[in-house]
């Protein structure tokens, strides 16, 4: 009917014989159509419709079609009036308007969608500037506070033993902050592709050396033992390197025990970049920490509420290698320990 005609009209319903029901169909159209069985859709309604009928007169043409409804079904009343609104309810609609509705309603959830993430970009945005914004108004008082602790631990004047160690907890904390300030003002470059480098050739030995020797002295109850392979040059940024380093080997003395071993190894790669190891024997890490552990601001549960943080370094330093042309990524076991595996290139 549909390709034939917009005139044709379909009643559909039951209809009821002693206890048994039917399901029965008119259609009706306009007289001028005609149907033989060269129409494949009248041909299969007539072979598989067990009651068919057409009734041909000068104002219309109409098809009646009935099929018996099993026993099983067991319908009553109660079950045909539900039925009935629901027809009620919902004019049927052909396949091209259903189509059509469809492709309308994927269109507006797209349009949705899309507001959604302008949306979420701008709120980022925000976040970003508000972040970048108040860690560069933090970042000098900070400084400033840190410049007079300095002054007065330095004073020629004569102070308590109890004075001073107060003033060295204050230089502590003012480095505290000034790391967390730092990292703030990272992730606002990241995010905003604003995260300079300065690439140089660097002996890669001689420069693990050195870092390891600053971690020695913030760390002097751990154990630090490396084992580099034969002297090699990387090119690499030097105080992003440094900001790695002391990320992944102050991690590595904050999640073990005291007078535990830090172990750092080289290895050369077979595509030409060498890859870092820092490897400690703390508390290790559970699968679904380590597939989340590089997210920004994620701190695994366990060590919410004994270690401090905001879950910041481990994401800037993943950009920072990655941004290096460089992987990243963890092996861990519950209990036994982690290691915390990145690459640089070589120098050529």
Not at 107 to 122: F, I, M, P, Q, Y
Not at 174 to 201: A, F, R
Not at 292 to 316: C, N, P, Q, W
């Amino acid at each position: 009917m549909i390709e034939h005609t917009d005139k044709s009209i379909l009643y559909i319903g039951l209809v009821q014989n002693e206890m048994r029901y039917s399901l029965m169909a008119t259609v009706s159209f306009d007289p001028d159509i005609r149907f033989t069985s060269a129409d494949t859709g009248f041909y299969y309604a007539q072979k598989l419709v067990p009651e068919f009928e057409i009734i041909e007169t000068s104002t219309a043409n109409t098809i009646i079609m009935k099929i018996g409804l099993p026993k099983y079904l067991k319908l009553n009343p109660g079950m045909i009036g539900t039925f009935k609104k629901q027809f009620e309810e919902e004019e049927p609609i052909n396949a091209y308007e259903e189509i059509k509705q469809r492709n309308a309603k994927l269109n507006h959830l797209s349009t949705e969608k899309d507001e959604e993430l302008r949306r979420s970009k701008l709120v980022n945005e925000k976040k970003t500037e508000f972040i970048s914004i108040a860690s560069h108004e933090l970042k000098t008082p900070i400084t400033v506070l840190k410049a007079y602790t300095q002054m007065a631990k330095s004073t020629k004047e004569t102070i308590s033993s109890n004075l001073l160690e107060l003033l060295s907890k204050i230089d502590l904390q003012s480095n505290k902050l000034l790391t967390l300030v730092q990292q703030l003002l990272d992730i606002s470059k990241i995010e905003n592709g604003n995260l300079q480098y300065h690439m140089l050739n660097v002996r890669l030995n001689g420069f693990l050396t050195k870092q390891v020797a600053v971690m020695q002295h913030i760390l002097p109850h751990h154990e630090f033992v490396t084992n580099y392979c034969d002297e090699l040059t990387v090119l690499i940024d030097e105080l992003r390197m440094e900001q790695v380093l002391a990320n992944l080997l102050g991690n590595a003395g904050k999640y073990s025990d005291k007078h535990t071993r830090i172990l750092v190894e080289t290895e050369m790669s077979d595509n030409k970049q060498v890859t870092i190891r820092i490897s400690d024997q703390g508390r290790g890490m559970t699968k679904e920490t380590m597939t989340s552990i590089f997210e920004k601001f994620y701190r695994a549960k366990d060590v919410l509420k004994s270690h401090t943080g905001l879950g910041m370094g481990l994401y800037i330093t993943s950009k920072i290698v990655t941004d290096h042309k460089g992987k990243i990524w963890v092996e861990s076991e519950e209990g036994v320990g982690s290691s915390f595996c990145f690459t640089v290139p070589l120098a050529f």
